[in-house]
């Protein structure tokens, strides 16, 4: 099978044949390293590193650049595409990828981003450089999707308002009140039956 051919999915969708790099791509770091984890803070098992590498396939087949033998990887499961904005993971399975357990179609990849093959797939961990002391520990990277997580402190104190102002928070909050209002507020003055 020539390098260039398109491999299908189950699902019937393609991998890209071909990254072309659009005008202005500037690139400093072009190593890629891949590792299959024990677990999602588990030790590397194995990886793989590219250099210079524009698109990687992950797969069970034996046809993708990066081959995961597993039951819950389909045989094309995913890519790595380098972009203009950096590199990206796209999912072509309809198992997917996971990240903290939210099933996505395409994400950004960061150095450090942990990520899993399908809801009980496999768990690997995409970087820049080969960790040499693989054998000895794992490399902890702070949360790299915490910038995109942000929240909106204004549309949070709305909703909070529109929660606490409603009728059945009303209800439930006066229903506590009673239900504290007949307990004993002071443990210590228990009444406890004499001998």
Same mark, same amino acid.
């Given at each position: 099978?020539?390098?260039?051919?398109? *491999?299908?999915?189950?699902?019937?969708?393609?991998?890209?044949?071909?990254? &072309?790099?659009?005008?202005?791509?500037?690139?400093? @770091? +072009?190593?890629?390293?891949?590792?299959?984890? /024990?677990?999602?803070?588990?030790?590397?098992?194995?990886? &793989?590193?590219?250099?210079?590498?524009?698109?990687? +396939?992950?797969?069970?087949?034996?046809?993708?650049?990066?081959?995961?033998?597993?039951?819950?990887?389909?045989?094309?499961?995913?890519?790595?595409?380098? #972009?203009?904005?950096? &590199?990206?993971?796209?999912?072509?399975?309809? $198992?997917?990828?996971? *990240?903290?357990?939210?099933?996505?179609?395409?994400?950004?990849?960061?150095?450090?981003?942990?990520?899993?093959?399908?809801?009980?797939?496999?768990?690997?961990?995409?970087?820049?450089?080969?960790?040499?002391?693989?054998?000895? /520990?794992?490399?902890?990277?702070?949360?790299?999707?915490? @910038?995109?997580? $942000?929240?909106?402190?204004?549309?949070? $104190?709305?909703? *909070?308002? @529109?929660?606490? $102002?409603?009728?059945?928070?009303?209800?439930?909050? #006066?229903? *506590?009140?009673?239900? +504290?209002?007949?307990?004993?507020?002071?443990?210590?003055?228990?009444?406890?039956?004499?001998?």
């Amino acid at each position: 099978m020539s390098p260039c051919a398109p *491999v299908r999915s189950g699902s019937g969708r393609p991998f890209p044949t071909r990254a &072309w790099p659009r005008g202005g791509l500037v690139v400093t @770091e +072009r190593r890629v390293v891949l590792y299959l984890l /024990e677990s999602a803070h588990g030790p590397p098992l194995q990886y &793989w590193s590219f250099d210079n590498e524009q698109l990687i +396939r992950v797969g069970r087949s034996i046809e993708n650049q990066v081959v995961v033998a597993n039951p819950y990887v389909s045989r094309a499961h995913c890519y790595l595409l380098l #972009t203009e904005q950096g &590199w990206s993971l796209n999912a072509i399975s309809d $198992q997917g990828i996971f *990240v903290r357990s939210e099933k996505l179609e395409q994400l950004p990849l960061v150095p450090g981003l942990v990520f899993r093959m399908g809801r009980n797939g496999p768990f690997l961990r995409f970087g820049n450089l080969i960790d040499t002391g693989m054998e000895k /520990e794992t490399l902890e990277a702070d949360d790299p999707l915490s @910038e995109m997580l $942000q929240l909106d402190k204004s549309r949070v $104190q709305r909703e *909070v308002a @529109e929660i606490t $102002q409603g009728d059945f928070f009303q209800r439930l909050k #006066t229903r *506590v009140e009673s239900l +504290r209002g007949t307990q004993n507020p002071d443990p210590d003055k228990t009444m406890l039956p004499t001998r």
